[in-house]
């Protein structure tokens, strides 16, 4: 009996120890989405719209290519969700302290999901309509307008993904720093 007990708690450990690898391995390629996907529009997709479609048709492509992205981003939020709910079972309930959660990563997830939440549900919404109202605007005084406040309330969003790339790599600096400095690599 005594050996079965053993050998069951190997087993958890060994299947707890997995379940650890797989949800920093979740993190990792969430993480990589949420911040690489905004170097890639940054770098490549917003240049290569506008210097071949133009301002209108590529404002318009581009709200789309954000659309997409806020969207993924979305997605890793909830893996992100999921990977910290396994890992707060695994450190309070399994015993596992390579687990913990600490501060800084909560702290930087929390201040990435409101900017997200800002982005998306606040003050997405009316720059798209914005972006709108200037391009269907009728004479040029009305479009010169249009565009002035459309732009000014562009460059908030624009500060918004920038922070939140900003805070993602800083996340993913904490990350790293935590699982080297506790020495994870025996997963």
């Known amino acids: ?3 079965g007990v053993a050998n069951s708690e190997m087993v958890t450990s060994r299947a707890a120890r997995a379940g650890l690898m797989f949800s920093y391995t979740c993190e990792l390629v969430a993480l990589g ?5 905004l170097v890639v529009i940054i770098a490549s997709v917003i240049p290569a719209v506008f210097n071949s479609f133009g301002m209108e048709p590529g404002g318009r492509y581009l709200t789309r290519v954000f659309d997409g992205y806020n969207r993924l981003v979305m997605a890793a939020i909830v893996v992100m969700v999921g990977a910290a709910a396994f890992r707060f079972w695994a450190a309070t309930y399994g ?16 201040a990435m999901i409101v900017v997200v939440a800002l982005i998306v549900f606040a003050i997405g919404p009316e720059l798209a ?3 709108e109202r200037a391009f269907k605007a009728q004479d040029e005084a009305t479009r010169k307008a249009a565009l002035n406040v459309f732009f000014r309330s562009h460059t908030i969003v624009r500060g918004l993904y920038l922070l939140n790339l900003t805070l993602g790599v800083l996340l993913l600096g ?3 720093r935590g699982w080297v400095s506790q020495g994870t690599t025996d997963l």
């Open 1 to 3: 009996v005594r050996g």
């Open 33 to 37: 989405i949420w911040i690489g996907g």
């Open 95 to 110: 015993g596992m302290t390579d687990a913990v959660l600490t501060k800084a990563e909560l702290a930087l997830f929390g």
């Open 129 to 131: 309509a914005l972006q």
């Open 174 to 176: 904490v990350k790293v």
